[in-house]
DNA sequence: TATGAATGAGCGTTCATTCAT
DNA sequence: CATGAATGAACGCTCATTCAT
């Protein structure tokens, strides 16, 4: 029964404690990972940047990934050019919005590897990511749908998360707490899965299928 | 816990079962929408309507949903005006085909209410409709995706399954194989969920994804 | 000097003698070469088809070949859609509209093979084709130009015009009527030249540089 | 025949021959077009204008006139501002362009209007331009085609080229060498569509067609 | 003055849907 | 009824031109 281990910290999590604060401290700063092409940026440049990619993540969360570009520039109170100007294609477009949320990700995953207590900070890090999923709907049926494909030019930030969240998985398996036969890609598949199935869920019935999971996930007391 | 919280909602579902009507026995055959309007249609016409669905499911499947009518049409051997007339829209056509599958679905859902070991009845019909998934990629993806709110008109369908998982669940968890902490809402989340992840693992890793699963779903032994 | 050789039929022919009766003698009858793909064509579509080609030729004649598809639609009173049903290409409406003229010329030039004057046939055609391109300006400035390029689909009929064209030169070098020491190449950038350059000038200054060329083609009386 | 066509009014041009100012001694140097506004242009301004010229020379020539102005600025390492600050449109850039090349060609007709060989002073200057405008395809193309009226705000470079190779038309025509029946405008014609068909013509056959057109414009010698 | 980011009209093209044949 | 030609709104994208920095 899942009651005995008491998954307390990251069970109540529906209280939303890692909510509040979402993933990617600053949603869109000026210089965005200054390590792609060295380009300072102008400043109302990156104010645009960030406002077409604001503007993206809603719009396709809202509309869906076929939304036009021109809803975004609409959204994002820029002209169409400039959109194109900072993102010369859709999927490039897609791809960047795709890529913000991954590294959002990324840095959780990240923020929790040195955790003391490794079995919660992998269940932590899961429910708070499926918990996102559920708020961001389309953006998130990307990251298990075609998105996994589309954020090619990405595998940088997607291999930061693997490594992260390998990092987590594998504490947690040592601690015990998480069965020792499951391994990167069933966790990725299980968090994708849940995540695009959460979205439309309420928060009990979520709460529940989380449950379900998270006891499959656990070592048997056996 | 999750234990606790009583899924009342989501569970009485499985208060109206089977429906009576048989519900279509082969999945492509004539007149199937006869709950709409009861135009007999003449034969070749219903042959037509079998070949243009018939079509779409595979278009749709391979191409994706954003695929074109003119191409369903294309590999139906129909002219596109046919396809309009049993169709009078897109949304109608991908309406049509996720109702057929979800059929097909209900039927195998009600072949096994009576089975021998509800148990097993139950956990070989997720897996079933978890690998069919898999195979049809795209169409699974509307199935969790948008699928859910597109078959709207589909609801006779829709309740049809809903009513047989139910007694599936039922049954299982009143032999005391499924834990008793679940509804159906949870149930087809994470059959959705599951079968939009399985599309694209291979089927070791799918394996171990569905062994998760099904252990969270079993009762705890303690 | 010209006048020696009385280039008579050939000369005074901005009494358009030809000019009266355009190259192709029915502009854009219905099937349009029925060698492509034996689609016969609705009686209305083939009539549309028509009407775009007609437009088109007018259109970019007048305004260029960077005149927009969406003017020819309007100019052919037909929708933007129909202009791509037929040419799925603005390149491909282009090839047929240069195919089209190469394939009036070509015709032109075969009517002329058999002639019993070979020195008059080939400078008649000469003639002709620099007639003709005056006053369809801009498209001959694609015959010449890049359209020759463009109209790689179209190679059937710039062979048919160039063999037929070769057995002009070769039957007026036979006669001693042209100089020997040209060949088709020599002839068809001559050819294209002089229309380009006829484009834009008055009858008679036309005739006079016609006059130049032609009696550099003549065989040197010496 | 042609030879009775008086061509009076473009023979004329010749009355205003050579002008007194030198034109541009190098092709692209500081302020050539002094004749429009009399602004000394700070130094580091004119050679931007002289980089931009230049690029927008190799541009055209490599892509057509169709290439865009940002191309032209990257190409001279300039901002795409500083374009427009030199030519307001890209029409006046093309026009500058043109004005260059042309002012390049009277240049040269120039240097030979007092040459010791009238004829052989014609020929090669006639030689040079075809040769000039096959490398450089696309600007030719223009000069023959669309450019002839682009280039409307340099009529003084024009009337100057008019009037250089006014002279050397006459000179060769007294000394006997061309025929006597052509004017200006025929010699124009003649080059510019030449100068077309060269582009793409190998030299072999290029010396041919030359040779043709050269007989052409001959005395002939009976 | 030079820069390059912003703009938006316009282009080629697609596709769901309608309608004459 | 079936057909497929016609339609036109909408889309992704480009580029000449303007304007804040």
Redesign the interface.
């Known amino acids: ?4 281990i ?2 307390a910290e990251t ?1 109540p999590a529906e209280t939303q404690p890692a909510e509040t604060q979402p993933a990617g401290t600053q949603p869109t700063k000026a210089p965005p990972a200054a390590s792609r092409s060295a380009k300072p940026l102008r400043a109302d440049a990156a104010r645009n940047r960030a406002k077409v990619l604001d503007a993206a993540r809603d719009v396709f969360a809202e509309l ?1 990934t ?1 939304a036009s570009t021109e809803e975004v520039a609409r959204r994002a109170g820029v002209g169409i050019g400039t959109v194109f100007r900072h993102f010369p294609t859709k999927e490039s477009l897609l791809e960047a919005v795709l890529g913000e949320i991954l590294a959002g990700f990324a840095e959780q995953a990240k923020a929790r590897t040195g955790a003391a207590d490794p079995g919660g900070a992998f269940f932590d890090f899961f429910q708070l990511v499926v918990g996102e999923s559920a708020t961001k709907n389309a953006v998130s ?1 990307e990251l ?3 998105g ?1 494909d589309i954020a090619a030019g990405r595998a940088d930030v997607r291999q930061e998360l693997r490594g992260a969240l390998g990092v987590l998985l594998t504490r947690a398996q040592e601690a015990g707490v998480v ?1 020792a ?3 990167l ?2 966790v990725l ?2 968090l ?7 979205g ?2 309420d928060v ?14 656990r070592s ?3």
């Open positions: 029964m899942a009651a005995d008491p998954p069970q869906g076929g049926a298990a749908g075609a996994i069965r036969d499951v391994g890609g069933e598949a299980l994708a899965g849940t995540s695009q199935a959460a439309k869920l009990a019935t979520r709460a529940r299928v989380l449950d379900v999971v998270f006891d499959g996930l048997q007391p056996s």
